[in-house]
């Protein structure tokens, strides 16, 4: 079974400044697919980043880029230049296929970040 | 272009009633999931839906049934509600094919008393 690992359940971290957020994670699957959402408190999940097993560079989309080390077994988010309407809570995913050909995501237990003025 | 929708946005029921969650996925998704999310945890898959039948389910009892209608949109049901039920019920769509992008709405939340 796949296993997403959030070691860090909540992190404060200074306006304009960069933070790592940690993945780790566990499959036997070759190919699988690792996501970050950001869930404000509203409750929506919004997806930031995607990365495949097989992709050969880190994923960048504007201000976030995923660290996807594969060795490691490690799929970390950053954020550069952080702002205040980062402070949400923040999950990372697996895609799983299912039996059926589709997939289903397996979600870490979250971090929540707080970006002080 | 409407994105995910959910109603209702909040709900409460005592224990042993019966509970309809509704979602409409996004335009021009076939596949819609649904995931409970306890207080303070992530996401729990619950069941997925495409072609109006259940495909893949999660760790939940028979309880959580669903539905999905002709025009995709589907439904979630909860019976002999639980206290330990109480959650925020997301619903994300997708494309069978491709199918790795979940659209998420923004939830139903659940209380039971």
């Known amino acids: 079974a796949q296993k997403i690992t959030q070691t860090q359940p909540g992190m404060f971290v200074q306006e304009k400044e960069a933070v790592t957020l940690d993945c780790t994670y566990d499959?036997?699957?070759?190919?699988?697919?690792l996501f970050w959402y950001k869930q404000p408190s509203s409750g929506e999940m919004i997806f930031l980043i995607y990365?495949?097993?097989?992709?050969?560079q880190n994923a960048t989309e504007g201000r976030y880029s995923l660290n996807f080390q594969k060795a490691r077994k490690s799929a970390n988010l950053v954020i550069s230049a952080s702002q205040l309407g980062d402070s949400a809570m923040y999950f990372c995913?697996?895609?799983?296929?299912?039996?059926?050909?589709?997939?289903?995501?397996?979600f870490g237990t979250g971090t929540r970040l707080t970006i002080i003025p | 272009d409407a994105g995910v929708t959910q109603s209702p946005t909040h709900l409460i029921k005592t224990r042993g009633q019966q509970v309809t969650l509704r979602c409409s996925p996004k335009?021009?998704?076939?596949?819609v999931s649904w995931y409970q999310q306890a207080l303070g945890q992530g996401p729990q898959f619950i069941f997925q839906?495409?072609?109006?039948?259940?495909?893949q389910r999660g760790n939940f009892p028979d309880r959580f049934s669903g539905h999905q209608f002709p025009n995709y949109s589907s439904e979630l049901n909860v019976n002999a509600l639980l206290l330990g039920d109480s959650a925020l019920y997301l619903c994300?769509?997708?494309?069978?094919?491709?199918?790795?992008?979940?659209?998420f709405g923004p939830g139903t939340r659940l209380t039971v008393t």
């Open positions: 990365q495949g097993s097989y992709d050969q």
């Open positions: 335009s021009g998704h076939d596949t």
């Open positions: 995913a697996m895609r799983e296929a299912t039996n059926f050909g589709n997939e289903k995501l397996t």
């Open positions: 839906y495409y072609e109006e039948e259940e495909r």
């Open positions: 994300a769509s997708s494309l069978r094919k491709p199918s790795y992008e979940q659209y």
């Open positions: 499959t036997s699957d070759p190919s699988y697919g």
